[in-house]
């Protein structure tokens, strides 16, 4: 969906636009090649975007100046072993997917696991780039006012990218911070999750006599959120500057705005097992947020136990990896929160 | 309202609470005394609570060990001034208060307004702390959970306050960045103001075919607000980390969830001038942010035109300040959004 809305403002800006479904999507491609609408996104994409489906995918390569990456986070390493014969040292690559790795000693950015799975022969060569930023992608498809922040190593080219990109509705800010902006667009999920947790304790105990709800309560954990994005952000190398802007605080508000993380987060906070709400409610649905504490949690858990992370500083996480990974009862930890270290 | 609701955490700790309303809350005291029940709050305070008419103030505090203060931001010279004579020393204050002052020259935090009122003979010994943080006063009426920080420059002194304040749902913090909470606590008025726009701005335009709204649009105001809090928090002399913390993020989260700065973004996002929406729709709310706009626009202006504050790190308060104090209309200053400096 967000490679989708993605084509618009550079198909709009005058770009030629293949856009490859992977193996999971023929049935998209094919309506978009009939209708040029987007089934799940709703909205007509530009015409001259050309719908390709994956086994096209060399062909959709040919003479590319930009590979955009809409995959899934579980998608990336395939995505790594399928464009690994296409790419070369002279086309970068603009990630939009959102996630962390973990091995179960260390915790690894998106593009770092993707740029892995290259070839060895050019892989320290590519420019890998990300987007970041509050972009509900249906929100982009009609064209509604969005801020993001394009990011990657190398300033002239950012600087290339976001000319390619922006619109009178597509603002475009760079910067060189690629860790920073990737552990907050990641850690976001798992936040607006416990953010969403709020609407199903909420309706627990129901609205109080004088009509107060819990505002207060999801404030605070929006808050506690962005202190941990800030410790992990520093512990993994980035710059902090960006858990207050666009990346941090812009995305995690946005994504706690509803969307399935605040879905999930309501049977959560209903009291439903984790395992139980995604296989009754959301069997088929990607919970980004719970995707993330699945993917990086055993890690997580082992790097606190190591004393490589600060297990104070991280409180609402291993919370969120308890409910997710164990199936946990939802207890917010009060007393540990915005701990200083 | 917020005055009476934190009532309830020190009286349900066993302390004796005198409320004493000012010359504007008669109905208020008198209604209290009668049913216990604050009218606007729609919430029966504690029983022991004993109610004021503000003839009795200097009853109320005989043997008063804090002084708490709820007052209307425009009312806090006034309360310095009925205050006066009956505060000491060995008194501290503790303020709800929130809202910057302006002289035309500089801007002050509350705290020093006050304290600027007060009689010269102890006017430096006072210790003025301040509350901030994410707390709508009817749900910590309702004994929601509500996180905040405790600010002022007396560690010694905060740890008493909180331990007369914490119970199972009032959960608090504190720190001696009374400048940083102080700023950010009432500048996200001004920026709930701001995303409130969106509101109108949306059912001026309307949902789009697809189903898309204007989240985009609202995360990346508020994130630009944090954005600017963050300058103004530095160029003040507070610590910017309050910035993502309770006080910044957390307090313009819960403020942006609804209230009267929504209500009235929205007939500004519609298109009305504020004078008007003003008269029309609200002429008897306090509208907090507009409040804030027109206590420090001139001020603003004034140091931006004199090169004290950077007019690239506040592009939205301007606009807000033109909005609030000159009947502009709503243009986002997109380009001149995330300028660093």
Same mark, same amino acid.
């Given at each position: 969906m967000m490679g989708s809305a993605f084509s618009i403002p550079l198909a709009e800006n005058g770009h030629e636009v293949h856009l490859v479904g992977t193996h999971l999507d023929g049935d998209i491609i094919e309506e978009i090649h009939e209708s040029h609408t987007h089934p799940r996104l709703k909205s007509r994409l530009v015409e001259t975007?050309?719908?390709?489906? #994956?086994?096209?995918?060399?062909?959709?390569?040919?003479?590319?100046?930009?590979?955009?990456?809409?995959?899934?986070?579980?998608?990336?390493? #395939?995505?790594?072993?399928?464009?690994?014969?296409?790419?070369?040292?002279?086309?970068?690559?603009?990630?939009l997917t959102k996630g962390l790795a973990g091995n179960g000693q260390q915790l690894s950015t998106l593009p770092d696991v993707f740029r892995a =799975?290259?070839?060895?022969?050019?892989?320290?060569?590519?420019?890998?780039?990300?987007?970041? +930023?509050?972009?509900?992608a249906g929100e982009l498809a009609a064209r509604r006012h969005t801020c993001v922040v394009i990011t990657g190593p190398d300033q002239t080219l950012l600087d290339r990218l976001a000319g390619w990109l922006r619109t009178p509705y597509y603002h475009v800010w760079t910067n060189t911070d690629l860790v920073g902006v990737e552990v907050c667009v990641a850690m976001k999920n798992v936040y607006a999750l416990a953010v969403g947790l709020v609407i199903g304790l909420l309706e627990k105990e129901g609205t109080a006599t004088n009509g107060a709800v819990m505002h207060n309560l999801a404030a605070a954990i929006f808050a506690q959120g962005?202190?941990?994005?800030?410790?992990?952000? =520093?512990?993994? =190398?980035?710059?902090?500057?960006?858990?207050?802007?666009?990346?941090?605080?812009?995305?995690?508000?946005?994504?706690?705005?509803?969307?399935?993380?605040?879905?999930? +987060?309501?049977?959560?906070?209903?009291?439903?097992? $984790?395992?139980?709400a995604k296989a009754k409610y959301m069997p088929d649905d990607t919970i980004e947020g719970a995707q993330l504490a699945e993917a990086v949690g055993p890690t997580v858990e082992k790097m606190i136990a190591?004393?490589?992370?600060?297990?104070?500083?991280?409180?609402? $996480?291993?919370?969120?990896?308890?409910?997710?990974?164990?199936?946990?009862?939802?207890?917010?930890? #009060?007393?540990? $929160? $915005?701990?200083?270290?």
């Open positions: 975007v050309r719908p390709y489906t #994956w086994d096209r995918l060399a062909e959709a390569m040919v003479d590319a100046e930009l590979v955009v990456l809409g995959v899934n986070s579980l998608g990336i390493e #395939w995505a790594a072993n399928m464009l690994g014969p296409l790419l070369s040292p002279d086309i970068p690559v603009l990630g =799975g290259l070839p060895a022969a050019y892989r320290q060569q590519v420019k890998i780039n990300a987007v970041g +930023g509050p972009s509900i962005l202190h941990e994005i800030y410790y992990l952000v =520093g512990y993994m =190398g980035g710059k902090q500057d960006s858990v207050y802007k666009l990346p941090g605080a812009g995305d995690l508000y946005v994504t706690a705005q509803g969307g399935r993380n605040c879905r999930m +987060g309501r049977y959560l906070g209903l009291g439903m097992p $984790f395992s139980e190591n004393g490589d992370l600060d297990e104070n500083r991280l409180p609402l $996480f291993q919370t969120m990896i308890d409910i997710v990974c164990n199936d946990a009862s939802v207890q917010i930890p #009060w007393d540990n $929160f $915005f701990a200083e270290g």
